[in-house]
């Protein structure tokens, strides 16, 4: 599966406004639901509850908060976001959080958004590709990395 078509250079973000995990959801729902013209309350609701299962925090100072939505728009996004300050995102190992990759994906593409899912919480424990993600200057130099990496 050719995971780069996923990713938007729009819906890279550097700057996260928001400290807290609630009210970084709500801004991860803002930008998603925007960017791809779908209700921000809708994907609020689905991530907010899926983050209710359990943290989508996978240790290391990642998190990949992921949720699917009923849209014919499109199969999967990625919203890529990084934090330099760093977010208690309820980690397991109780690191904070500096890079994000949120999945949202439609519900009918259900074996796709799995594959998705796991490949990147493997690609990106790879410190290499996480410090130089973490160490990029802009959103444009991190699009630059992820289409240079083979992940």
Do not use: W
């Not at 599966?1 to 801004?27: A, G, P, R």
């Not at 994906?105 to 690609?123: E, M, P, T």
Request: include cysteine; glycine fraction near 4%; aromatic fraction near 8%.
């Amino acid at each position: 599966m050719e995971y780069k078509k996923f990713i938007d250079k729009n819906l890279i973000v550097t700057s996260l406004k928001e400290t807290k995990k609630d009210k970084l959801l709500k801004e991860f729902s803002t930008i998603l639901g925007k960017s791809l013209d779908i209700s921000n309350s809708k994907i609020y609701k689905q991530l907010k509850e899926r983050e209710s299962l359990g943290s989508t925090a996978v240790g290391n100072g990642i998190a990949i908060p992921h949720c699917r939505i009923d849209t014919d728009k499109f199969e999967i996004k990625l919203l890529i976001a990084r934090s330099k300050i760093g977010i208690n995102f309820d980690s397991t190992d109780k690191k904070v959080v500096n890079l994000f990759v949120v999945i949202i994906a439609a519900n009918n593409s259900q074996a796709s958004y799995f594959k998705v899912l796991s490949h990147l919480a493997r690609a990106l424990q790879n410190e290499t590709l996480y410090n130089n993600l973490i160490n990029a200057k802009d959103e444009n130099e991190i699009y630059n990395i992820l289409m240079e990496t083979n992940i």
